[in-house]
């Protein structure tokens, strides 16, 4: 389970947010409550007349304030949800492109790697070919110089030259 940090800033409103979300059982216990006091102070120590004197009588305003930082609070944490799952779906999105660029990159690499294996298939053929010529032209080629030198003695042992 993940866990928020919220900061929530007041902001002004120029509508009362909070009575527009309130339904209209929640208005009429609202107005049914009494009047809820709290202590100003923070010490425990205080009798109960100073407490008494520290003390105030929660209003309308007062609650009306807290509904709206409630949904101040709200709000904030919505745009917070909204921005993660934003964030989440460009991410996702990132990533497929990701594995769509990684499978092309993997189709690419094989289509390249299958290209090398057929020129390196047909250049041991050329060099084969190529040197069975080459073992073809040095055989005709030792073939010849024995035919010359046959012919060359042939020509010295029957006719004579001075």
């Known amino acids: 389970m993940a866990e928020i ?11 009362e947010p909070a009575r ?5 059982t929640m208005r ?3 107005k049914s409550l009494s009047p809820v006091e709290r202590a100003l102070g923070n010490s425990v120590s205080k009798t109960g ?7 105030k009588r ?3 305003e ?3 304030a807290v509904c709206e930082r409630i949904q101040d609070a709200a709000e904030y944490i919505q745009e ?14 990132i990533f497929a492109n990701m594995q769509d660029e990684i499978a092309a990159a993997n189709a690419r690499a094989l289509a390249a790697e299958r290209m090398l294996q057929e020129v390196q298939h047909r250049a041991t053929n050329v060099v084969k070919t190529l040197e069975d010529r080459l073992q073809a032209a040095e055989d005709r080629a030792r073939e010849a110089e024995d035919w010359l030198t046959r012919i060359s003695e042939a020509v010295r042992s029957n006719l004579s030259f001075p």
């Open 5 to 15: 940090n919220v900061t929530v800033e007041m902001r002004e409103r120029t509508m």
């Open 20 to 24: 527009l979300l309130m339904t209209p």
């Open 28 to 30: 009429k216990e609202l």
């Open 49 to 55: 007349s100073d407490i008494a004197a520290h003390m």
């Open 58 to 60: 929660f209003g309308q």
């Open 62 to 64: 007062e609650w009306q």
């Open 80 to 93: 917070l949800e909204a921005g993660r799952h934003q964030q989440e779906m460009q991410a996702q999105k």
